[in-house]
């Protein structure tokens, strides 16, 4: 125990003996000492007293607690629940993506290898919920961009749900989906039969289904009669009976060759019509084929590769597709686009007719038309680079698809969110660390790529490359936020920063020529902001000064002496 | 009613409650939720101490929380889960303070070069005597990071001197240094009252 040369203890030994900080022989010495020294033992009650003051001070509860703690449980829980359907989804997308991506092509050569057969996985899962044509209608992109533009959609909605209830909904369906074997099962009805060896439902001849028909399974056939609608999700659909209500349809070919009272909404791979359909058909296939013999009452909307139109369509025809012959008629208009179009000489077309596409039209001279082709020469990627409908209406998914993204970055990892917008806010070091990481991580990872054993980490680095490159978006996004709005800490305000600076950024990369550049600097500035805050956050942590210990100082044995106190 | 101790964050006597935690650890919500209004005010009391701004305070209060939804898991429960929040929380805040290197404000650099003199204890007394628990607030308020944080933790949240430790980063012996000097500062703050703070009769 340390002494003054006059033999007071020194304040810290004092302090370290209240709090019991000195082991049992040295804490003796100081009692020993403090009995005789009437300085040492005053200061001693004094830092007692001075504990007991700091203690009372700290613990008053002068304050209430604030309204926004006391509210944050149920907001933690509301967008916690949030976040994690939203990450289920995106689980559940990227799933799909890898199956689709990886699984499924080594699947197809293990098969031609002659490991024929489906696995159980595909089987359950992957065959029974998704249906390959969806990568027909929209590139892999895009349909993310749509489904987190979805969710996005759901969320905004959210106050006029339930709690849990639109989560619930749409998760239930999915999970649905998911689970939906690949083995017949059909709600409601007891049919099960045997069709080509397959286990799947029919609806037989003679039969009639007074109520609305759901099936999942590889195969579905109604020969009978449905009065309600039937929903479908086969690989195969038929219906050659009578259908009341529409026909929905999620398969890999349909055929419809009876009658349906209702409209006909079909996504495939191909679609043969040719029976009856009273009202619509709205279809998106690679072949759409409308025999001879078909009548659609009302409208045909249809997208895809090629489109086959010899029956008769009792009003407007909208199509959208590579290749469209058409041989039967047309009640009302045909607005055609895609790049080329031939309309044969028995086509009847009852009102006006447009088409944009790469070239003129190829019209029969005996086609039967009420007006001369107006035709509008088609401007390459149109739908991406000039204005029209398709454009702008790509621009409000992505930003949706961006604010969705950003929401779900912040939420997860607030700090590391602050910290990026933080750097991105040191423009000059954002920029030239972007600089380096855009071009540099992309050519090493494509070295690294080069060589065999690089791969994986190549692969890895280019994958991070891609989500830096998405995320400089939200970094710009919530910094140019910040710049309106001003500063946030909180969760929702940083997003809703996040979501305005977003929008602007959108529309400002959407001005003609100058969009692409201010996109290219969004680019480099967001990466240089996301690496700057991953620099600083894995640089070691330097501790915080310590002084040495003065030798001696603390835990000295005290040298008794005659003349304390 | 009888007053908080140090480190005490239910009300006395009370013990603590390990059903409720052990469901909120197994992920019950309506547990989790339970758990925060328990432990909430007191967090925030400890930050609302700890940092510059009541503002600070909430925010970090939040986080914490959020944060603590993923370390449940790793909460011992043969362990005091007063302490254990009150570890999060001081790790928590004062890598706060450290990345807004708050730390520099007032370090302690020159404790060895300046060792500081002990008080006349009268003169001291009559400081504690004549001072308000209100006023002592806003002294604290007027350290720097590091001894703010070192009194909190050790008169508020009653850490022991390893945790205090193993919180700020710096070594056991350190940490009387660090509640002496915090101490020293504080008497300054209160009064500024240059012998009482740089030290009495000698």
């Known amino acids: 125990v340390n002494q003054s040369a006059n033999n007071h203890l020194d304040e810290m030994t004092l302090l370290l003996y209240a709090e019991r900080q000195l082991d049992r ?57 949030w976040i994690w359907g939203v990450v289920f989804g995106m689980a559940l997308l990227g799933a799909y993506i890898g199956y689709a991506g990886f699984v499924e092509p080594w699947e197809q050569q293990f098969e031609q290898a002659g490991f024929g057969g489906t696995n159980l996985v595909s089987l359950l899962v992957f065959q029974g919920a998704f249906w390959k044509g969806w990568q027909s209608m929209f590139t892999l992109v895009e349909f993310v961009g749509s489904i987190s533009f979805a969710i996005f959609g759901l969320f905004l909605l959210r106050k006029y749900f339930k709690r849990g209830t639109a989560l619930a909904v749409m998760f239930a369906s999915m999970g649905l989906l998911l689970l939906a074997p690949a083995r017949t099962a059909a709600f409601q009805v007891n049919i099960d039969t045997q069709i080509d060896g397959e286990k799947s439902l029919e609806v037989k001849k003679d039969q009639v289904l007074k109520q609305d028909l759901y099936f999942f399974g590889p195969q579905l056939r109604v020969d009978g009669t449905v009065d309600g609608d039937v929903y479908s999700f086969a690989q ?55 025999d001879s013999s078909a009548k659609i009452g009302h409208n045909l909307t249809a997208m895809g590769q090629l489109l086959t139109l010899d029956g008769k369509v009792g009003r407007d025809v909208l199509t959208m597709f590579d290749e469209a012959n058409i ?114 991580a992309s050519i090493a990872a494509l070295i690294a790529c080069i060589t065999i054993v690089g791969l994986l980490v190549g692969i890895s680095t280019f994958f991070l490359w891609i989500v830096s490159l998405f995320s400089s978006y939200v970094v710009a996004g919530a910094v140019v936020g910040r710049w309106i709005l001003g ?57 915080p000064h310590v002084p040495s210990l003065p030798s001696g100082t603390i835990g000295t044995p005290i040298q008794p002496t005659p003349s304390a106190a | 009613m009888e007053p908080l101790k140090p480190g005490q964050i239910s009300v006395p006597g009370k013990t603590e409650p390990s059903d409720l935690i052990a469901q909120a650890r197994a992920g019950d919500t309506q547990a989790w939720g339970d758990l925060y209004r328990e432990y909430a005010p007191a967090i925030f009391r400890f930050c609302r101490r700890a940092l510059p701004s009541k503002e600070d305070a909430e925010d970090a209060t939040m986080e914490i929380f959020l944060k603590l939804r993923d370390k449940l898991v790793q909460y011992d429960p043969s362990r005091s889960f007063s ?40 003169q001291l007394e009559r400081l504690i005597e004549e001072r308000t628990s209100e006023e002592v607030r806003k002294a604290l308020d007027k350290l720097g990071a590091r001894a703010r944080m070192a009194l909190v933790m050790r008169y508020y949240s009653d850490m022991s001197y390893d945790e205090i430790a193993d919180a700020l980063g710096v070594r056991r012996p350190f940490v009387g240094v660090v509640l002496l000097r915090a101490r020293h500062e504080l008497r300054q703050a209160l009064g500024e009252n240059t012998v009482l703070a740089a030290g009495g009769t000698r």
């Not at chain 1, 200061?43 to 509860?61: A, N």
């Not at chain 1, 195969?236 to 529409?246: A, C």
């Not at chain 1, 979501?499 to 001005?511: E, N, P």
């Not at chain 2, 007032?106 to 009268?122: H, Q, R």
Request: contains cysteine; glycine residues 8%.
């Open chain 1, 327 to 440: 041989s039967g008629d047309i009640g009302g208009n045909l607005k055609a686009k895609g790049k080329t179009l031939t309309i044969s000489s028995g086509a009847q077309i009852d009102g006006t007719s447009k088409f944009e596409g790469e070239k003129p039209a190829s019209v029969a001279s005996s086609a039967k038309l009420a007006s001369p082709i107006e035709f509008t020469q088609e401007q390459r990627h149109e739908s991406r680079t000039s204005h029209g409908v398709g454009y702008y209406i790509w621009r409000v998914v992505w930003a949706g698809a961006w604010i969705l993204f950003g929401l779900v970055l912040i939420s997860l990892m607030p700090r590391f969110a602050a910290e990026t917008i933080e750097s991105a806010e040191r423009y000059g070091a954002s920029l030239g660390l972007g600089v380096l990481v855009f071009f540099g």
């Open chain 1, 487 to 543: 500063k946030a800490s909180e969760l929702w305000p940083t997003v809703g920063r996040m979501a305005l600076g977003v929008i602007l950024v959108v529309i400002v990369t959407g001005i003609p020529h100058v969009g692409g550049w201010v996109r290219f600097g969004i680019w480099i500035w967001g990466m240089g902001a996301i690496a700057l805050a991953l620099y600083r956050r894995i640089q070691p942590v330097i501790a």
């Open chain 2, 83 to 122: 302490a254990w929040l009150y570890k999060v929380a001081a790790n928590h805040c004062w890598d706060l303070l450290r990345r807004r290197k708050a730390r520099h404000d007032k370090d302690m650099e020159d404790v060895t070069e300046i060792p500081l003199e002990a008080p006349e204890p009268n």
């Open chain 1, 25 to 81: 022989e040295r804490a003796h010495e100081v009692s020993v000492h403090t009995q005789t020294c009437e300085k040492c033992l005053n200061l001693l009650r004094v830092l007692d007293r001075e504990s007991r003051l700091l203690t009372r001070s700290l613990l008053e509860q002068d304050e209430p607690l604030p309204a926004r703690i006391a509210e944050f449980h149920a907001q933690v829980k509301r967008s916690m629940q």
């Open chain 1, 236 to 290: 195969r659909t038929e219906i050659s009976g009578h259908v009341t209500g529409d026909v929905i349809c999620f398969t890999r070919s349909a055929h419809i060759t009876g009658q349906v009272d209702g409209n006909v909404r079909v996504m495939a791979n191909n679609i043969t019509i040719s029976g009856t359909v009273e009202r619509n058909v709205t279809t998106m296939d690679d072949d759409v084929n409308v």
